[in-house]
């Protein structure tokens, strides 16, 4: 099956300073990503939706400017969180969409493990 | 390595009931979730399973049996609007997330 991997797993860092965060789409190529944050033992919160070549869409109440999303081939998307906060300390799932449908399916990354301190 | 199963598609009637089943193998565990996903949209969480036995929440009910590795979704009372994809996944001991295929379930009239 489709596999799609995020580096690094886990990440702990200072408050005021960025992460960046990889997605990868090892085996397709994917014309659109998406970004999620996991609050513990709830549901998946779309942050934003990254497509190839062109800016990403944020959802509502996702500051752009504080989450940076890049999207540069078809197989790689970066979610970079610039001054980061203890608040910002989460889990960050990506996943990849196969397919121009959008009925196709999204392949999930495994996750990434953000603690700022 | 690490492994979760569960069937690719499913069919049901509109009324009846069906279990969605989930195996998995991993390093550690750390929880079950199940997630619904519509056609074009963000997973929304079913529910989340710990220790074992079945949690019930309203039309749905989640099975764990850590021993057996073995999970599933039970719907009630399906609804033509349960037409969706089930997605099963599980939290390993570094706390990363194994994810399932997903099982697309659809319901007929």
């Known amino acids: 099956g489709a596999v799609v991997s995020q580096h690094p797993s886990w990440v702990i860092c200072k408050s005021g300073t960025s992460v960046k965060i990889e997605c990868r789409s090892l085996d397709f190529q994917a014309t659109t990503m998406f970004w999620y944050r996991q609050f513990p033992k709830q549901s998946l919160m779309l942050m934003a939706t990254?497509?190839?070549?062109?800016?990403?869409?944020?959802e509502q109440g996702v500051e752009k400017d504080k989450f940076l999303i890049n999207h540069a081939s078809l197989t790689l998307s970066t979610l970079t969180v610039t001054s980061a906060h203890p608040e910002d300390s989460s889990f960050y799932i990506c996943?990849?969409?196969?397919?121009?449908?959008?009925?196709?399916?999204?392949?999930f990354g495994p996750g990434t493990r953000l603690t700022v301190l | 390595g690490q492994n979760i199963d569960q069937p690719t598609e499913m069919t049901a009637t509109e009324g009846a009931i069906v279990q969605i089943n989930c195996t998995y193998q991993?390093?550690?565990?750390?929880?079950l979730f199940w997630y619904q996903q519509h056609a074009g949209e963000a997973p929304t969480f079913l529910s989340y399973?710990?220790l074992d036995g079945l949690e019930e929440k309203g039309r749905f009910s989640s099975f764990l049996s850590r021993s057996k590795g073995y999970s599933y979704l039970l719907l009630k009372e399906l609804q033509m609007k349960d037409s969706a994809s089930y997605l099963c996944?599980?939290?390993?001991?570094?706390?990363?997330?194994?994810w399932g295929a997903g099982t697309k379930l659809i319901i007929k009239p």
């Open positions: 996943s990849a969409h196969r397919g121009l449908a959008d009925t196709d399916t999204q392949y």
């Open positions: 996944a599980v939290m390993d001991s570094n706390y990363q997330l194994i």
């Open positions: 399973n710990v």
């Open positions: 990254s497509n190839e070549g062109s800016k990403a869409t944020y």
């Open positions: 991993t390093s550690g565990f750390n929880g």
